[in-house]
């Protein structure tokens, strides 16, 4: 059972920075595809960013590529989302979900439903 716990939103002007965190317990030696949600009030949620912690290859939607980046600390056991360049459209509840996986599942972004451990979320609002 792999438990997951976000940290770090908040509100931010337009053009600023936040870091989100995803603390990640109970998971076992295999690896895990894990992935950054969003979901913006009365909008599908959607995968924004991916990282296959078997060999840490990484992808990321259109929307995002170029802004945030996506990363695992092995020592702290977390998944963090560096969000520079922040936009008004990026207002959203963020969440981090993960699947156990092999690599080429995790080249490919899921659906919500292909995920099987979610965590709570954390609010980010953008502000203009």
């Known amino acids: 059972q792999v438990q997951l716990v976000e940290s770090g939103g908040g509100s931010v002007q337009d053009g600023g920075s936040l870091r989100l965190s995803c603390a990640v317990s109970?998971?076992?030696?295999?690896?895990?595809?894990m992935v950054w949600f969003r979901q913006a009030p009365g909008k599908e949620r959607e995968a924004i960013t991916s990282i296959y912690t078997g060999d840490g290859s990484r992808a990321y939607a259109d929307s995002v590529k170029g802004r945030f980046t996506i990363s695992q600390d092995t020592a702290k056991n977390t998944l963090d989302l560096q969000m520079n360049s922040l936009k008004p459209e990026d207002t959203a509840m963020y969440y981090c979900?993960?699947?156990?996986?092999?690599?080429?599942?995790?080249?490919?972004?899921?659906?919500?439903?292909?995920?099987?451990?979610w965590g709570q979320g954390t609010q980010v609002t953008v502000s203009s």
């Open positions: 979900a993960a699947q156990y996986s092999i690599r080429s599942w995790c080249d490919v972004f899921r659906a919500k439903a292909d995920f099987a451990y």
């Open positions: 109970g998971r076992a030696s295999s690896v895990l595809c």
